[in-house]
């Protein structure tokens, strides 16, 4: 997983939980790393895993939580660090459209040994998309965050189903349908 995942992270973390939040999911972590963590480095999912599991235990807050709470920080930060790649699109369902043939483009010319999920797109109406997403690490609650976070980017309501299709997660349908 790309250290630029991590760094955000461990942000987000400090920003909501404190530096020594930080400190203790570190320390309480058996982490190759030593929690030292460079944008273009790549590091062991694992290490990932367990900075989360050891946040859920001190905030008492679900793994699930925690990582849709990421993707909702961690679409702004990608936001901040990338203005033009958002500031292509026009509305919340085109740029999730778009993930596959456009926004992944752009990360793997970036990151080229990035392991990204992918989204497979169903259905696509002119308020609401279909799609499956896939991936091996699960993480599908924090796609939901990013997906949220794309609508209150473009300040539109947004309506988003997820099923998972195994118990993993990582096959998931997410049925996102813009309101009004």
């Known amino acids: 997983m790309k250290g630029i995942v991590f760094a955000e992270f461990l942000e987000m973390v400090e920003s909501n939980f404190g530096l020594e939040t930080v400190d203790t999911i570190i320390e309480n972590s058996d982490l190759p790393s030593g929690g030292a963590y460079t944008a273009v480095g790549t590091y062991e999912f694992s290490e990932m895993l367990q900075l989360v599991d050891q946040l859920s235990t001190i905030t008492k807050i679900s793994i699930n939580d925690l990582l849709y709470t990421f993707g909702l920080y961690l679409f702004d930060s990608l936001a901040k660090a990338h203005p033009d790649v958002v500031s292509s699109y026009k509305d919340p ?88």
């Open 93 to 180: 369902l085109s740029l999730l459209y778009s993930i596959e043939d456009h926004i992944h483009v752009q990360v793997k010319k970036l990151y080229p040994d990035a392991e990204l999920p992918s989204f497979r797109i169903l259905e696509r109406l002119d308020h609401s998309l279909t799609m499956i997403y896939s991936s091996s690490r699960g993480l599908y609650a924090l796609a939901h965050g990013l997906i949220k976070k794309t609508f209150d980017h473009f300040q539109k309501e947004v309506n988003v189903e997820m099923k998972l299709l195994n118990e993993q997660g990582t096959e998931v349908r997410f049925i996102v349908v813009q309101q009004g």
